[in-house]
């Protein structure tokens, strides 16, 4: 069986072809800024033996129609295809930020389910519209295979209601649906279970605190292979600090800003989601550049990285309280596998209270070069510490298997 994995945004596709018979990744690309005068396109095809092809090229492409045409011929190019037929892709697995309180599995593309994912829109009006988009053009461009739609939120479906409400007036629930959805599902879903595995446990008996660790970021308690929470809420702006993003504060900061900066709900909007974070405390959303201006004496740059290590750290204790036992830490995403600076001063703050150390010589090692499930504690931690690259993408691939096979 193979499978297309897309996940189509506002201006871009990024895709994954897959072999499911041993999980093989066949093709990977991104075509970027659509419909913009150039657009940017980048394909890689990988072969058995261990080589791959590789283009990248700027073209116009005008929308999402032209774009997923050229993924399609890109598939069975003579000298870049990894398929010769499109008859050979088994199912087309579509990311879905957002599936609300009634789309908690991977479902078949229906008209009934596009009809739900409509609803949903409202909660994540960006990435919910370019998927819609994504499923029209990919069933038109791949019209034997079976589409199906993997949402990021569904992972985090098995809180308990004491976690993911808010203490509004419940109204708000029922009729606007405010609550905490969670979302990086996927991304926790995959590198708990991998996590488990590596450690020798079945993950039905494993609690795992996943750390994701991007330009957006969130940190969710697994318990016995089930999020019980996580540290978004209604929308991927709560929890951490993150690259543009504010994370947790106090809510009335809100109606502060609008009063004295004379700014509508969009304007306030905007400074939390684009103009805070990294960026709004040293001047870079990139926590490469925050790490390098810290090393370099920059007092900025070192609150940034001190700020994001202190809020993981707190994520983690009360985590903890919530799980009751931890069997491992994982460390995932860009930052997450790549920015051991950021997980030494983490666990530096976890030692004391809980016994939990870091392998400097293991953590440093282990830096941009990860490409399985690595311990990076110290042989004497009370709790393993892992860096476990994520694949989302894989992930959807796997979920629309087993669906298919339930079938």
């Not at 791959?52 to 774009?67: A, F, I, L, T, W």
Request: aromatic share 6%; charged share 25%.
């Amino acid at each position: 069986m193979k499978i297309l994995v897309i996940n189509t945004g506002s201006s871009s596709i990024k895709y994954r072809l897959f072999d499911m018979e041993n999980s093989h990744l066949l093709a990977a690309g991104l075509i970027e800024k659509i419909g913009a005068d150039i657009s940017h396109v980048s394909h890689k095809a990988y072969r058995s033996d261990g080589s791959s092809e590789s283009m990248k090229k700027d073209q116009p492409v005008k929308n999402h129609r032209d774009g997923l045409e050229i993924v399609a011929a890109l598939l069975i190019d003579e000298k870049l295809g990894s398929i010769a037929d499109y008859s050979e892709i088994t199912a087309v697995g579509h990311r879905i930020v957002h599936g609300g309180e009634n789309l908690l599995e991977p479902e078949l593309v229906t008209p009934e389910i596009v009809e739900e994912i409509m609803k949903v829109v409202p909660l994540a009006p960006l990435h919910n519209k370019a998927h819609l988009i994504g499923i029209e053009v990919a069933q038109s461009v791949f019209p034997n295979a079976s589409h199906v739609v993997v949402f990021d939120t569904a992972f985090h479906h098995t809180m308990p209601k004491h976690a993911y409400m808010y203490a509004v007036p419940y109204e708000l629930y029922e009729k606007y649906k405010v609550r905490k959805y969670g979302f990086h599902g996927t991304s926790h879903k995959y590198v708990s279970s991998e996590a488990a595995s590596f450690i020798g446990k079945d993950k039905k008996d494993t609690n795992v605190i996943s750390i994701h660790l991007g330009n957006g970021s969130s940190i969710t308690a697994v318990k016995n292979g089930e999020c019980v929470d996580t540290s978004m809420g209604l929308t991927p702006l709560a929890g951490l600090i993150m690259g543009t993003r504010c994370g947790d504060i106090d809510p009335a900061v809100c109606y502060y800003l609008s009063k004295n900066l004379e700014l509508d709900s969009q304007g306030v909007d905007d400074i939390l989601n684009k103009k805070s974070g990294f960026l709004g405390i040293c001047g870079s959303s990139d926590l490469r550049e925050v790490r390098d201006k810290a090393q370099s004496g920059d007092e900025r740059g070192k609150l940034a990285l001190d700020m994001l290590a202190y809020q993981i750290a707190k994520y983690v204790g009360s985590y903890y309280a919530v799980l009751g036992s931890v069997d491992a830490i994982v460390f995932t995403a860009g930052i997450g596998e790549n920015a051991a600076i950021v997980r030494e001063m983490v666990l530096q703050k976890l030692e004391l209270p809980f016994g939990i150390k870091v392998d400097k010589d293991k953590n440093w090692h282990n830096n941009g070069c990860i490409s399985a499930p690595t311990e990076i504690s110290a042989d004497d931690s009370k709790i393993k510490v892992l860096v476990v690259p994520t694949n989302e993408e894989l992930q959807i691939a796997k979920d629309t298997e087993a669906l298919l096979k339930s079938k």
